[in-house]
Structure formats: structure tokens, C-alpha cells
């Protein structure tokens, strides 16, 4: 922005001239203008913002007043014909960071230009330099009409942007390219040779086989016990106090934007306006986007039947491929103006102080805290088996796993909801890949990467746990197949990794983002064989496998499954669902649906890396109180 320009459009409209419009206007009451005095004198927002979030005056009541007191005309962009060519001497960006944009000439060669931060004579000449010298004949217009403007105008360039800019800008990093050349060669190489060793020596080559699986599987559920452990014994999540929150001052509070993501959700998008509607942060320095895709006529007609308050806006993503929910965070993040950024899904209630929350947060953690994580919960737990199921893995996951990780200092796989980033840093990031169906992990790895922290703190968003066994399979099918994505990304280049993370953080990154899909593919195996040790006589088993090789088999059984029912016994304690505790000896049940996921994202891997397997919400019969 040319510098002045908003402290001439913020002077105009905290003036006293600018109120005395309002009131002779009829359309603000001496009352409300009160009002807004009141609330500027404690936020620090201007008069306009804060008639405008709190539902006083609507935008276009705004852009007419505004208008007069710049002494210029207003215009409606959306009825505007663009000159596609004047348009294009600039980028979109520009024009979204300086809340102008060029409409065409006239027959003298004047330009029309709309605006929606004031006259000032600095800002107006920069937009001349701008256009090459041209005379500017200025037009009111609302930021909002600007961004929507340079939407339809720059909608392929904004789609191909955030499909494919991470994957342009560090190819390597990005999981467009599933296999790369030499993960090709190295897979046909070792697939070779396993082929020639089971003709050669067949029973070797099946010992060999489940011993190092065996080994897999045992690393992978010992590193979680260790560090789920260490977790539990030391509480280093970020405990922030209700006196630090209360002690936070409004006017000091920073702009803060939330991205919602919702697809074919119209029965649950009345449930979001009103979950968020219960954030405690001034509504003049919160904006709230709702994402929807560009088909999505149901989800947009649903959200505005809803009456969302003013600081909602929905923001449409461009048709374009892959069509992924990271895709559409990525458009968000290109209309973002908040100094912090928060993702949340269509059915997630955070804890009405949980924006405040995060900013004490990253005040304490400096500039290398890049992002904070919130825990994930859910509401539905006693609906069925599988929601206690989900609930226990979550608590033990999020209240002991990631504070364990946190106190190691280790790269923390992000889940997909409640992570709050500093702006700037995510953008510095990459954004998020959408070609990586887990784009929160990826996200996560990469910030360790480039030597950023990612923290944990005290605050929960209270979820839906999937009721439904099939919508499960299509869940953690997604999840589990992103871990592999992120596996082939991170492991292209695995020398570099370990100079940038350190051999401690990349053995962690193998445990936990390798090892968990390879743990869940050997589930189905184990159990196969343990059973039929079971079932079978010794004597007919030892004539294939050796007495030792069996009893590993058993022992991964026994000690995998009680390390993960011990965990997640675990889960409650925190939290005081204590009813949940005997739940947790399904697990060996709810390991074998995950292995069931597992080769399902296994082939997906192969078949559509990219295909995003949707999740339906809004199942539950249970209603959440709060």
C-alpha cells in the first residue's frame, strides 16, 4: 500500500466530519455512533469497521458516505465491464495489498479507478506511476468488492497458483510427482530383487519378510510409548491461565483470520456460523472465510440462508485440480489479512477463548513459533463403539503424544484443524501442498525443516467423531495414504533432510510418519499369524517357520496391542472420561479397521495419489451442549 494511503481513508472516516455524514445521513443512530466511539477507544478500530461487524450499517450504506466525503463518485464493480488489458498490467496481489484496481479509459485516455482507501494525493500519484503516467479519475467501491473483482478477473491465475506455486517454486517438496525418478528406480530395483529371493529361497525370503516387519512394527508402537510417556510425565503443553487471557488489551489484540474449508456440508454450515460465532476477539479484527468450491451451490445457498454475521464472507474457489482441501486453503490465504491465520472444519466448536489463547502463545514463543496447535475432541463419544474408539485415540494422541513430541523437540505432524500460524511464516512455507492429502503434516515436517517451532497449547475444538464404519475406511484411507505422500516427499532427498532436521528429528519423522502406515499394513499379517499359531500345532507351523520366528510374530501381537491399549486407557485421565477406560481393549478390533485403511490408501497411492476420499459430516444424532 502507498504509504499514507490508509491513514487518509482511516482519517477521513474517523472524523468528525465523517460522523456528522453519518448522522445527517439517518443511517446511524447519536446512539450507535456512541457506541462505535466507545469500542474504537478500546480496540483501536475505526468507526466504519466497527459499524460495519457489528451489523450498524451495512457495506453499501458505508461505500455512499465514504464517497462523499472523498468527493468522488461510488460504482458497483459487479456490474463494471473491465478492461482485461489494463487490468493485466498488474497482479492481482497489488491490487488486493493496496485496495485498488484499474476499470478502463475513457476516449481522453483517462483511467477509472476504484478504490477503497481514500484520495490521498501520495496514493493517488503511486497509482499514476502505476499505470504508466495516465491520468486516474477515482471511484468509490468496499474492499470486499475489490477482492471479488480481482477473483473473477484473476480466477485461472489464482486457481493455478494455489494448485501448483509450492510445487513450482521447490519442486521436490511437493507430491504432484508421487515417485520420483529415483524412488522409481530404487522400488523396481528392491521389488526385483524380493522376486528373485522368493523363487530362489522362498521360506527364506518369508522369514526375512516377517522378521523385519516384525522390527517394524515394534519400533514404530515402542516410539510411541516412549513419547507418549514422556508427555504424560512432564506437562509441557503451553498452559496459558484465564489471568493471562482477561489480561490481554484489545486495542493490542492483532487481526486475526479464520479459514473454513467446507464441501457439499450444507446440513451443518447453520451449526458453524454458530460455533464461531462464539470467539471471544473483537469482532472489528476478526475475519471470518468460509471456502466454498465453485459448484458448490447448495453449501453457498445454505450459508447465506444462515444470516452469517458481517465478519463472514465466503470467498469461491476456482474450478481447477486437484480439488483438495489445501487447494482452497491456499485461495483463503491469498484474501487473508490477519497477522494470524486459524484453519477450522464445518462441524468444529473451539473454545471460545482459544484465538486469545494463541496469541499469548506466539508472544511467548518468538518469531521461530510458526504455528500452535490446539487439541481435537470430540462431543459424539458415547454414540457408539467407534466414536468412544475415536475419542480414546485422540485424548492419548493430542493430551500426552504431542506433548511428548513438543518436550523433544521433534517435528509435530499437524492435524488438519485448530493450527494457528503466523501469516507471514506459512506464506513463507509454501502454503499448504494440495497435492498431499495430509497437507498438515507435510506442513509440519516442512517448518521443522526450515527451523521453525511448532508448539501445543491448552485449548480444545470440540468435533463429530465418525459414527460410521465406511465413512472411517474413507477417512483414515486419506490419512494414511498422506502419511505415505509425506514419506515419498521428505525421503527424496533424505541427506538433506537429516542436515536440516538432525538425525534425532529425522529418525523421529521415520518412526512416526513412515512407521505409522507400515505399522497399520502389518496388522492384518500379524494377526493372521498369530491366529493360525494359535489354531494350528506347533509341530505342522515349525515345517515352514522356525520355533523363534513365531513366537516374534506372537510376542509383536501381545506387546503391540498392550502398549496401545495402555495408551489409550490413558486417554481419559486428562480429561475425567473415565467411562471410556474399558473401551480402550477393543483396540486390536479398531487396529484392524485401520489396516483395513491402509491398503485401501495403499492402492489409491498407486491408482489417484491426489483423489481426496471425502469425509460426511453432520451423522450424529448426538447434539453437543456447551
Request: hydrophobic fraction near 45%; include cysteine.
Amino acid at each position: 500500500m502507498a504509504p499514507g494511503g490508509e491513514l487518509s481513508a482511516a482519517g477521513i472516516t474517523d472524523s468528525a466530519a465523517f460522523a456528522d455524514l453519518l448522522l445527517q445521513s439517518g443511517l446511524v443512530s447519536p446512539e450507535n455512533l456512541a457506541f462505535a466511539r466507545q469500542v474504537k477507544e478500546r480496540t483501536g478500530a475505526h468507526i466504519d469497521q466497527v459499524l460495519i461487524s457489528q451489523g450498524l450499517l451495512d457495506s453499501e450504506s458505508l461505500l455512499l458516505v465514504e464517497a462523499q466525503s472523498w468527493g468522488i463518485h461510488p460504482i458497483d464493480l459487479a456490474a463494471v465491464k473491465f478492461d482485461d488489458e489494463l487490468v493485466r498490467l498488474l497482479s492481482g496481489q497489488t491490487y488486493l495489498a493496496e485496495n485498488w484496481l484499474p476499470i478502463r479509459r475513457n476516449d481522453a485516455g483517462t483511467v477509472f479507478v476504484a478504490t477503497a482507501r481514500g484520495i490521498a494525493p501520495d496514493r493517488v500519484a503511486r497509482i499514476r506511476d502505476l499505470l504508466g503516467g495516465a491520468d486516474v479519475q477515482m471511484v468509490a467501491t468496499t474492499s470486499w468488492d475489490i477482492k471479488n473483482a480481482c477473483l473473477r478477473l484473476f480466477r485461472s491465475e489464482i486457481a493455478d497458483e494455489a494448485a501448483n506455486e509450492l510445487w513450482r517454486q521447490n519442486p521436490a517438496m511437493s507430491a504432484r510427482i508421487t515417485f520420483s525418478r529415483g524412488q522409481k528406480i530404487l522400488g523396481a530395483g528392491l521389488g526385483l530383487l524380493l522376486l528373485v529371493l522368493a523363487v530362489v529361497w522362498p521360506v527364506e525370503t518369508a522369514i526375512g519378510a516377517l522378521t523385519a516387519t516384525s522390527v517394524v512394527f515394534l519400533a514404530g508402537t515402542s516410539f510411541k510409548f516412549i513419547v507418549a510417556m514422556r508427555g504424560a510425565r512432564y506437562d509441557v503443553v503451553e498452559r496459558i491461565t484465564r489471568a493471562e487471557v482477561d489480561a490481554l488489551v484489545e486495542r493490542d489484540l492483532p487481526r486475526y483470520t479464520v479459514l473454513v474449508p467446507v464441501f457439499r456440508e450444507a446440513n451443518i454450515v447453520g451449526q458453524l456460523i454458530r460455533n464461531l460465532g462464539g470467539l471471544e476477539y473483537p469482532t472489528e479484527k476478526l475475519e471470518v472465510l468460509i471456502l466454498i468450491e465453485e459448484e458448490d451451490h447448495e453449501t453457498r445457498d445454505a450459508v447465506l440462508v444462515s444470516n452469517p454475521p458481517p465478519h463472514f464472507r465466503i470467498v469461491t474457489i476456482p474450478k481447477g485440480q486437484p480439488q483438495t482441501k489445501p487447494r482452497a486453503c491456499n485461495v483463503g490465504l491469498y484474501f487473508a489479512t490477519g497477522e494470524f491465520l486459524v484453519i477450522y472444519d464445518a462441524e468444529d466448536t473451539p473454545d471460545p477463548d482459544q484465538l486469545k489463547k494463541a496469541v499469548v502463545a506466539f508472544r511467548r514463543g518468538g518469531d521461530e513459533t510458526v504455528c500452535v496447535q490446539a487439541s481435537l475432541n470430540y462431543f459424539n463419544d458415547r454414540e457408539n463403539a467407534l466414536t468412544r474408539m475415536f475419542t480414546l485415540e485422540y485424548s492419548y494422541w493430542f493430551d500426552y503424544m504431542l506433548a511428548g513430541l513438543d518436550l523433544g523437540d521433534l517435528p509435530i505432524p499437524l492435524g488438519g484443524t485448530s493450527n494457528h500460524f503466523r501469516t507471514a511464516a506459512l506464506i513463507e512455507l509454501g502454503g499448504w501442498d494440495p497435492y498431499n492429502v495430509t497437507e498438515d503434516a507435510d506442513l509440519g515436517i516442512r517448518a521443522s525443516a526450515l527451523g521453525y517451532r511448532v508448539g501445543v497449547i491448552n485449548s480444545t475444538t470440540m468435533e463429530e467423531a465418525n459414527n460410521s464404519i465406511p465413512n472411517f475406511i474413507r477417512q483414515r484411507s486419506r490419512w494414511i495414504k498422506g502419511y505415505m505422500q509425506t514419506t515419498l516427499v521428505h525421503a527424496r532427498q533424505p541427506i538433506a533432510l537429516v542436515r536440516q532436521i538432525g538425525l534425532r528429528r529425522f529418525v523421529s519423522f521415520v518412526l512416526l510418519i513412515a512407521g505409522t502406515p507400515a505399522t497399520f499394513l502389518g496388522v492384518i499379517p500379524f494377526y493372521v499369524i498369530t491366529a493360525l499359531t494359535i489354531a494350528l500345532p506347533v509341530n505342522a507351523l515349525a515345517q515352514l517357520f522356525p520355533i523363534w520366528v513365531l513366537w516374534l510374530t506372537l510376542l509383536n501381537f501381545v506387546v503391540g496391542n498392550v502398549i496401545m491399549i495402555y495408551l489409550s486407557m490413558m486417554g481419559p485421565y486428562k480429561r475425567g472420561t473415565f467411562h471410556l477406560i474399558l473401551w480402550a481393549l477393543l483396540n486390536p478390533l479398531y487396529w484392524l479397521l485401520h489396516s483395513i485403511a491402509a491398503y485401501k490408501g495403499l492402492w489409491q497411492l498407486i491408482t489417484k495419489p491426489h483423489y481426496w476420499e471425502k469425509t460426511e459430516h453432520g451423522l450424529t444424532t448426538h447434539v453437543q451442549h456447551g
